[in-house]
C-alpha cells in the first residue's frame, strides 16, 4: 500500500505530465533543484512545507489543494469526533442562517462555559472541546439574537469562534473550508463590536486560516491592519500573538528580514510579560521560541530549529496544547537529521502522549513519519515508528 506522500509525489508527476513539463523546468520555477523534485514525485521526500507547496502549484498553474489532494484527516476518526464535527458543522451553518435554535442564557454562565472550553482545548482535551462546542456555539447565537448584554456576547462570540472553534477544528484535521468558516463568524462578530482586542483576536485566526490557504501575502496585509493599544498585560500577550503569527507568515513568504524583525518585538514583549495565559493564547518566552523553530522548520532550517529546541523548558509553557507542538516540531526538525532520527521518534511520541491529534492529524508531522518509515530498521525504535505511524492511519 503506498504512503500518503508517495500518493502527493504521484499527483504532482501526473500534473507536471499533463501540463507538458519537465523536471527542470517546474523545479527551476519552484526554486528547487531537480533531483529534489524528483524524490517528492516518487515519495521519498515529504512535502512539509507551506511555501514549497505554493511554489508547485504556482509553477504548475494549479491550486495547491490540486498538488496535496483534499485534507487528509489522519486515523479513522471515533465514533464521537466524528459526531461532534458533523454537530459544529450545523451549528454554524444554522447560526449563518441566522436560525442557531440554541437557549438564551446569562451572560455569567456563558463566559464559564467559554473559558471552560479554552481551558479544554488549551489542555489538549479534544474530546471536551467536541462535545462542548455545538451547544455553545448555539447558546451564544441564541443569546446574541436578544440583544441582552450584546457587547459582551459579541467578545465571547469572537473569542470561542477563534480560539475554540477554529483551533479545534484545525488541531482535528477538519476540511479548510470549515474552518475558515469559523474564522470569518469571527471576523464578523468582531467587525460588528469594532473594538481593538476583538479586532485582534480575530485578525490573528484570519490570518492563520490564509495562511494555511496559502495566501500569504493577504494574511501579511491582515495582520498589519490591526491596531491594538499596548496599554495592559492583555494586550502585550496579544500583540506579542500577532507578532508570532505574522513571523512564520513572513517564513512562508521567504521574507527573512521581517520574519526576525517579528521574532524580535515578540520576544521583547515576552520579557516585559512573562509566561501568561490570556485569552487562551499562552503568550511567554518559551511559546516565541517554539515559533521560531516553526518558522526555521518553513524555511527548512532543520539544524536551527533543533538548536532552539534545546534552549526551551517546554514545562514553562502555561498551554499544554503547545507543549505537544513544542515535541512535535523537535522531532521534526530531527527526522532530517541522518543521525538523529531515533531521538526524532521519541520526540514524535512525547508529542503523541501529550496530543495524539497534534501527531495525528498534523499533515506535515504525517509526511515526516512516511519518511522516516521508509528509511526504519527493524529494532527498537524502528518498532516504536510503525507503532506511530499506525496510530496516525499510515500504512506500516
Known amino acids: 500500500m503506498a504512503t500518503e506522500h508517495a500518493e502527493i509525489g504521484r499527483r504532482l508527476r501526473h500534473i507536471r505530465h499533463a501540463r507538458g513539463k519537465s523536471l527542470m523546468v517546474i523545479a527551476g520555477l519552484a526554486g528547487i533543484s531537480p533531483s529534489y523534485l524528483s524524490m517528492i514525485e516518487r515519495g521519498?521526500?515529504?512535502?512539509?512545507?507551506?511555501?514549497?507547496i505554493v511554489a508547485l502549484a504556482n509553477a504548475l498553474e494549479v491550486a495547491p489543494t490540486d498538488v496535496t489532494g483534499p485534507a487528509a484527516g489522519g486515523a479513522p476518526r471515533a465514533d464521537q469526533e466524528d459526531r461532534a464535527l458533523s454537530e459544529v458543522r450545523l451549528a454554524l451553518l444554522?447560526?449563518?442562517?441566522?436560525?442557531?435554535?440554541?437557549?438564551?442564557?446569562?451572560?455569567?454562565?456563558?463566559r464559564a462555559r467559554v473559558m471552560g472550553v479554552l481551558?479544554?482545548?488549551?489542555?489538549?482535551?479534544?474530546?471536551?472541546?467536541?462535545?462542548q462546542l455545538p451547544a455553545l456555539i448555539r447558546d451564544l447565537h441564541t443569546t446574541l439574537d436578544t440583544r441582552r448584554d450584546e457587547p459582551d456576547v459579541l467578545r465571547l462570540l469572537a473569542l470561542a469562534h477563534m480560539q475554540g472553534t477554529q483551533a479545534w477544528l484545525t488541531?482535528?484535521?477538519?476540511?479548510?473550508?470549515?474552518?475558515?468558516?469559523a474564522a470569518t463568524v469571527a471576523r464578523q462578530v468582531a467587525e460588528r463590536l469594532d473594538e481593538p482586542v476583538s479586532l485582534a483576536v480575530s485578525a490573528y485566526g484570519t490570518a492563520l486560516g490564509l495562511l494555511a490557504a496559502g495566501a500569504f501575502d493577504l494574511a501579511s496585509r491582515t495582520l498589519a491592519a490591526v491596531e491594538l493599544p499596548l496599554i495592559t498585560v492583555e494586550d502585550?500577550?496579544?500583540?506579542?500573538?500577532?507578532?508570532?503569527?505574522?513571523?512564520?507568515?513572513s517564513a512562508a513568504r521567504k521574507d527573512q528580514t521581517e520574519r526576525s524583525s517579528a521574532l524580535e518585538y515578540a520576544a521583547e514583549l515576552a520579557q516585559r510579560t512573562g509566561e501568561t495565559n490570556m485569552l487562551g493564547f499562552g503568550f511567554g518566552p518559551a511559546n516565541v521560541a517554539v515559533w521560531r523553530m516553526q518558522g526555521a522548520l518553513e524555511v527548512g532550517e532543520h539544524a536551527e530549529a533543533a538548536m532552539i529546541a534545546e534552549t526551551v523548558d517546554p514545562g514553562a509553557m502555561l498551554v499544554r496544547a503547545r507543549q505537544a507542538v513544542y515535541?512535535?516540531?523537535?522531532?521534526?526538525?530531527?527526522?532530517?537529521?541522518?543521525?538523529?532520527?531515533?531521538?526524532?521518534?521519541?520526540?514524535?511520541?512525547?508529542?503523541?502522549?501529550i496530543s495524539p491529534e497534534h501527531v495525528h492529524r498534523h499533515p506535515f508531522t504525517r509526511s515526516t513519519l512516511a519518511e522516516l518509515l521508509a528509511r526504519a530498521n527493524r529494532d527498537t525504535i524502528g518498532r516504536e515508528l510503525r507503532g506511530l505511524a499506525y496510530r496516525a492511519g499510515l500504512p506500516v
Not at 44 to 52: G, I, M, N, V
Not at 119 to 131: E, R
Not at 236 to 249: F, K, N
Open 44 to 52: 521519498e521526500r515529504a512535502l512539509d512545507r507551506r511555501s514549497l
Open 94 to 110: 444554522a447560526a449563518s442562517m441566522n436560525e442557531p435554535r440554541g437557549e438564551a442564557q446569562p451572560i455569567k454562565q456563558l
Open 119 to 131: 481551558a479544554a482545548q488549551n489542555d489538549a482535551d479534544l474530546g471536551t472541546v467536541g462535545t
Open 171 to 181: 488541531t482535528i484535521g477538519a476540511p479548510i473550508d470549515l474552518t475558515w468558516q
Open 236 to 249: 502585550l500577550q496579544l500583540a506579542g500573538s500577532l507578532a508570532l503569527a505574522s513571523s512564520l507568515i
Open 327 to 353: 515535541w512535535r516540531e523537535y522531532g521534526r526538525a530531527l527526522a532530517r537529521m541522518p543521525k538523529r532520527r531515533a531521538d526524532a521518534v521519541l520526540m514524535l511520541r512525547r508529542a503523541e502522549q
